[in-house]
């Protein structure tokens, strides 16, 4: 099956056509015997009565006008001669001869029950008479090819050689465009009744795809046929089995981290009751990482079941109003390039994935600069730190839940956490994506490319 | 240090009421804690109270109700302690008439320094930041979505707002038509405390007014009162 088409679709239409190619092929076939048939007995009678009406002229002529009336009526494809000694033509398969037997009595019928007829098959090849393309032929529906003795009642024996029958008229042109017609007609025909059938599959095929997107999107209609509609009510039953599992390892998660907010809470006020400075600065740090991986934990489980509606997004303003708040914190972010027209975004974590990545390039290079191109079809977000960079190694791994690039700086610095993770969910939520590169003059580059159709 | 002012804890950890006490009367104020809304109510007929410090989360009747009641019949300012975090959490607080609002896990430092610029507010402007349960807020066309702090365009184009933006336009949504002077507007701004404050209310003024289009020679929606302040000059509908 190598040549096979790989969609299920191109199969079905290629069986289709398969089988009614042959079926047609098959009808053909029979056509034409049944209608060798045809064109059989209509030559036979009309050879039995044209035998009759020669019999019935000669009987009714003297001897030299007989041969001249023969000159004429020897013309194809009747052969007349007069001058023939008896021939023996019964054959032992006669009776089984069922063409000889219809075309016997047909001539009996023409010339008279009395008729002494001889008929028999000529098994001679006919240019024995002298004459190409003129004299008996054999084959098992072809033309009739007999040889018939009738003596006149003064015993001259008249001796026809029927011959081949000029053909119709050739139809094998007509049969190949009737066949052509046919083809493209159930062409289109299977076309659409596949696409009908395989239809729902495909809806299937596309539901299974946009899981990976939302994995509380609305189930699929269970519609099409049984065996689709099976396929789709499993597919549901999967997605809501799936969905429940999530949301079961969410409520773990969150109960967990929410509930160690208050003893992260009571001993942050314990700490700011120690005199001894550098004892309570280290405690600050790690409870400060605790609240970190805490209060990242919540936010990541909060984007499964996020659910803001789409709108229509000012990126400028959103990207300004954080450079305002960073600079109310101190810190230095950059903005180059524009973006003219609205971008089709869920405003709040879009600012939230932008944070992200601005809150990492803060953290590990002090300053970001957000640089933004608009194309035909999408926005690419460039968030630019002069940190370190990642080693390429480990730049997909920077994804992980708590991944720390260098043991020694993320002490201090506190790693990634969630925070990329969180980022790359609203990308991909939005139908774009995250990734990461190292600079060539240096720094870590976060793109963030989103869908802007025109 | 000196203050004297009367701060009550409602919490129903005693570990943090007890720590949060100490700290506070530590720091110059009068403290006292409570376990829930009863004791609370409690406290409160019994002397004056200038702050209260709220959890959201109480067994019986929880913070926000406390603080709707609270509303109904006093104004003395409330700070609510959330242990969510969330967006919506922080703001249904704002609604249910809390001043301002602070994630677990705080720090003492970082409640006191809301006690004292919640104070500091209250004093300054004597009106809550309460937008009567307002989820949106409409004003001359745009509309401000109190949940996901941002302004929505006439034309549906959503405009995020930094936070100090978003508490500046909250302070003139509640006050249409009132002039407000620098020090009325920069007791609700949290910033670097070492910048001159004129100069930085200005600043943000001419931000927010950038960002409703309304920077050109003459502003019509945030309008400059010479030696005065600054003045919304557009009427303003709450919406739930």
């Known amino acids: 099956m190598r040549f096979a088409p790989k969609s299920l679709f191109g199969r079905l239409v290629l069986v289709l056509l398969a089988g009614l190619v042959l079926s047609q092929l098959a009808t053909l076939y029979i056509n034409q015997t049944e209608r060798d048939q045809l064109l059989y007995r209509a030559g036979g009678m009309r050879l039995a009565q044209q035998i009759s009406d020669i019999v019935k002229l000669l009987e009714s002529l003297p001897g030299p006008e007989r041969r001249r009336v023969v000159a004429v009526f020897n013309r194809p494809p009747l052969a007349v001669t007069l001058d023939r000694p008896a021939l023996d033509l019964r054959s032992e398969e006669e009776d089984a001869d069922f063409q000889l037997s219809i075309f016997t009595s047909v001539l009996r019928y023409a010339l008279g029950e009395d008729a002494k007829i001889e008929v028999g098959r000529t098994h001679r090849p006919s240019h024995e008479h002298g004459e190409r393309g003129f004299g008996p032929r054999r084959g ?26 000029p053909p119709v008229g050739t139809t094998t042109l007509r049969l190949a465009l009737t066949l052509a017609v ?14 009908w059938v395989t239809g729902p599959l495909t809806v299937l095929a596309d539901a299974a795809e946009r899981l990976g ?19 789709a ?8 089995r799936l969905s429940r599992s999530i949301a079961e390892r969410s409520r773990v998660l969150t109960a967990m981290s929410h509930d160690l907010k208050t003893p992260i809470t009571r001993m942050r006020l314990r700490t700011d009751m120690l005199e001894d400075d550098a004892v309570r600065e280290k405690f600050d740090r790690d409870l400060a990482e605790m609240e970190q991986m805490v209060t990242q934990t919540l936010e990541f489980m909060r984007d499964a079941t996020d659910t803001e509606p789409v709108q229509r997004v000012d990126l400028m303003a959103l990207l300004e109003s954080l450079q305002a708040d960073y600079e109310d914190m101190g810190k230095e972010v950059r903005i180059a390039g524009r973006v003219s027209r609205p971008l089709g975004a869920r405003p709040v974590a879009l600012r939230r994935c932008v944070t992200n990545l601005v809150d990492n390039a803060i953290r590990y290079g002090a300053r970001a600069t957000i640089d933004v191109a608009e194309e035909a079809d999408r926005v690419t977000l460039r968030v630019l730190d002069e940190g ?67 | 240090m000196e203050t004297n002012d009367h701060v009550m804890v409602v919490d129903d950890d005693a570990e943090i009421r007890r720590l949060l006490g100490d700290y506070l009367r530590k720091n110059g104020y009068r403290a006292t804690a409570v376990a829930d809304g009863a004791a609370m109510w409690a406290a409160l007929a019994r ?45 249904v607080g704002l609604e249910m008439g809390a001043d301002d609002y602070l994630a ?25 930041l309460r937008a009567d349960d ?22 549906g184009v959503v405009t995020p707002l930094s936070g100090a933006e978003f508490q500046l336009l909250r302070v003139f949504l509640s006050h249409p038509g009132q002039v407000l002077s620098r020090d009325q507007l920069m007791s609700f701004a949290k910033g670097r405390e070492s910048e001159p404050f004129e100069r930085t209310i200005d600043l943000r003024v001419s931000r927010l007014r950038q960002r409703l289009g309304d920077d050109g020679g003459e502003p019509r929606l945030i309008k400059t009162v010479r030696g005065q302040g600054y003045v919304l000059a557009a009427p303003v509908t709450m919406e739930r």
């Open chain 2, 134 to 155: 307002a989820t949106s807020i409409r004003f001359s066309g745009w509309t401000l979505d109190v949940r996901a702090r941002h302004l929505v365009s006439a034309d």
């Open chain 1, 233 to 240: 009510r499993s597919f549901n039953a999967m997605q809501q």
């Open chain 1, 182 to 195: 046919l083809l493209a007609t159930v062409i289109v025909i299977s076309l659409v009744a596949v696409r």
């Open chain 1, 388 to 454: 370190p960079g990642i080693p390429e190694a480990k730049i997909e791994r920077a994804f992980e839940p708590f991944f720390r690039g260098e043991a020694s700086r993320s002490r201090e610095t506190g790693g990634f956490g969630l925070g990329l993770g969180i980022a790359r969910n609203i990308a991909r939520a939005h139908g774009g994506e995250l990734t990461l590169r190292n600079r060539p003059e240096g720094g870590l580059a976060a793109i963030l490319t989103l869908p802007h159709p025109a």
């Open chain 1, 213 to 231: 997107e939302n994995i509380n999107r609305p189930p699929i209609p269970e519609a099409g046929p049984a065996e689709v509609q099976r396929a």
């Open chain 2, 104 to 128: 677990k896990p705080f720090s003492a430092r970082e409640l006191l320094a809301r006690v004292k610029s919640v104070l500091r507010r209250y004093r300054a402007l004597p009106m809550h």
């Open chain 2, 47 to 91: 002397g004056k109270i200038d702050l209260i410090v709220l959890d959201l989360m109480l067994p019986g009747e929880d913070g926000l109700s406390l603080c709707r009641k609270l509303r109904s019949e006093s104004d003395t300012p409330v700070i609510m302690l959330t242990a969510r975090g969330e967006e919506t959490d922080r703001v």
């Open chain 1, 140 to 165: 098992r529906f072809g033309p009739p090819a007999f040889t018939v003795q009738v003596p006149l009642h003064d015993g001259t024996l008249v001796t026809f050689d029927s011959s081949v029958l």
